[in-house]
C-alpha cells in the first residue's frame, strides 16, 4: 500500500516499470551483482522503452514529463533489489541529462542528449573529490584559460557510471578567488585527451555499479562546453542536488516497501513454536514499526515532491525527506534481516543486499548530517 500523490498516467507508468523490472531485470540481477557490473544493455532497452528521456523534452527525443513523472518512476524502477543499478540510470537518465538540458549550450544538448535518451551515450556526475565531499566549497579542480580554450585539472571520486560515461559534467573552481560565483560545471567527453579513469572502487554494497576515481590532466575544452554561464556552477550543484537528494528518496521508499513485503511473506510461511513466526507479538510489532516508518516517509516525500511540482522552494522538506527515509530504510532493511533469521544474513534473500545498499542512502548527494543543518539551519533564520 502507497500514498500516492500520482495521477492516472503515473500509476500507468509505475505498473508498467514494476512489470519491467521483475519480469526483464530482476532475473539477472544476482549475476550482474557478482559480476560486479551490470551491461550498457541496460541502458538501451530501457532508452529503446523511452524510459531515459522522462525529464527531456520532445526536441532532444524524450518525452517531456515533469518531476511528478519522474517521481513516479524512481518509486517503481527502486523495486530493482540492486540499488546500484536503480541510482545508476537515475543519475543518468534524471539528474545528468536533465540538467545537461536545462543549462547546457544547445551544441552540448544536441551532441549528448539524442544519445543520452537511447542508451547510446552514457552521462556521469562529478562533484565530490578525494578532500572535499560534504564540504564542496572545498574542491581543488580547476580550470584555466588557455587561449581560447580551458584546461581542467584535478582529481575526482565516487563517481556513479564514472568508469562508463561518455560524457562527466564536472564541478570546477574557474576563478578560486571569486567564493560562490567562482564555480563553473563543464560538460566533459571522456575520449579527451588527459581524462582518464584512475580507478574504480571495491564497496560494501552498489556491487553492480561503478563508482570510479577520475583522474583530468590538462583535459582541454571550449566555451560550448560550459553549463550555463561561467560562475554558475555553484547555484546550479544546489539546484540540481536538490532533485537528486529527492530522487534518492523515493528510491528508498521504494526499498523499504520491498523489504516489508519480503518480511510479511516470510513471517507468514516460517514456522517456530508452533505457529508462524509473524505471530508472535514482537515479529509483529517489528513489521507494524516497518509500516509506520515508510507511511511517514511517504507523507513527507509527497509532499516534497508537490511543492517542488508547484515550483515552491522545497530545500527544507526535501532535506527532511531524505534524512528521515533514507535513514529509516536502514533500519527497516536491518528489521528485515531480523525477521529472515539466519536466512536473512544470507546472499539466498533479499534483505541482506537491501541493507547493504541502502545503506549508502543516508551517505550519498548529501548525508544525514548536512540534511539535518540545513533543516536547522531554517529553522534558525
Ligand atoms: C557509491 C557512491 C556513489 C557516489 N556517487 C557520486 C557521484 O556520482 N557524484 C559525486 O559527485 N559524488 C558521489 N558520491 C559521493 C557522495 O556524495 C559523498 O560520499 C557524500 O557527499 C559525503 O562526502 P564524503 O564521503 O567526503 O564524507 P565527508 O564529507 O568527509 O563526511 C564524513 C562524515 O562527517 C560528517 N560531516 C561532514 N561535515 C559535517 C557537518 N558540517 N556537520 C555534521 N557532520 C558533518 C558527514 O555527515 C559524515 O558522517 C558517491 C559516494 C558513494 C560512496
Known amino acids: ?17 514494476s512489470k519491467l523490472v521483475q519480469l526483464e ?9 557478482k559480476a560486479g557490473y551490470f551491461p550498457n544493455e541496460v541502458f538501451k532497452t530501457l532508452g ?23 517521481g513516479a518512476w524512481c518509486e517503481a524502477f527502486g523495486e530493482l533489489s540492486s540499488v546500484g543499478l536503480t541510482v545508476a540510470v537515475n543519475m543518468h537518465s534524471l539528474v545528468i541529462s536533465h540538467a545537461l538540458e536545462r543549462f547546457g549550450s544547445p551544441s552540448a ?11 547510446d551515450a552514457l552521462g556521469a556526475y562529478a562533484f565530490t573529490e578525494p578532500g572535499a565531499g560534504s564540504d564542496l566549497a572545498r574542491i581543488r579542480t580547476v580550470a584555466s584559460r588557455r587561449g581560447d580554450r580551458w584546461v581542467i585539472n584535478g582529481s575526482k571520486t565516487f563517481i556513479t557510471n564514472g568508469a562508463r560515461a561518455d560524457f562527466i559534467l564536472v564541478l570546477t573552481k574557474t576563478d578560486p578567488q571569486a567564493g560562490y560565483g567562482g564555480f563553473t560545471t563543464f560538460v566533459v567527453d571522456t575520449q579527451s585527451k588527459g581524462f582518464r579513469v584512475a580507478r ?12 570510479a576515481e577520475l583522474s583530468f590532466e590538462d583535459v582541454e575544452v571550449d566555451d560550448s562546453c560550459i553549463l550555463g ?20 528518496t523515493l528510491t528508498s521508499l521504494a526499498g523499504a516497501r520491498m523489504c516489508l513485503e519480503a518480511s510479511r511473506r516470510y513471517a507468514g510461511q516460517r514456522e517456530a513454536f508452533g505457529r508462524t513466526i509473524g505471530e508472535f507479538p514482537v515479529v509483529a510489532h517489528y513489521m507494524r ?17 508537490d511543492l517542488l511540482c508547484a515550483g515552491g522552494d522545497c530545500r527544507n522538506l526535501v532535506a527532511m525527506a531524505k534524512r528521515m527515509v533514507c535513514d529509516d530504510a536502514v533500519w527497516i532493511a536491518d528489521k528485515a534481516i531480523q525477521v529472515h533469521g539466519g536466512y536473512g544474513y544470507t546472499t539466498e534473500f533479499s534483505p541482506e543486499r537491501w541493507w547493504r545498499d541502502l545503506r549508502l542512502m543516508p551517505i550519498g548527494g548529501g548525508t544525514s548530517e548536512i540534511m539535518s543543518n540545513i533543516v536547522v539551519k531554517e529553522l534558525c533564520r
Open 109 to 119: 544538448k544536441s551532441r549528448w542528449l539524442p544519445k543520452a535518451v537511447t542508451g
Open 48 to 70: 529503446r522503452q523511452g524510459y531515459l528521456g522522462i525529464l527531456v523534452s520532445e526536441q532532444y527525443g524524450g518525452s517531456g514529463g515533469d518531476y511528478r513523472m519522474a
Open 1 to 17: 500500500m502507497r500514498t500516492s500523490p500520482y495521477y492516472a498516467e503515473h500509476e500507468n507508468l509505475i505498473d508498467s516499470v
Open 25 to 33: 531485470l530482476a532475473p539477472h540481477v544476482a549475476q550482474w551483482e
Open 229 to 248: 554561464k561561467l560562475g554558475e556552477g555553484w547555484g546550479q550543484a544546489a539546484s540540481n542536488l536538490n532533485w537528486e537528494r529527492l530522487m534518492l
Open 289 to 305: 514499526e516497518m509500516e509506520r516508518k515508510i507511511v511517514l516517509g511517504e507523507s513527507l516525500a509527497h509532499r516534497a515532491l
Open 200 to 211: 574504480t572502487l571495491d564497496k560494501l554494497g552498489w556491487h553492480a555499479s561503478d563508482t
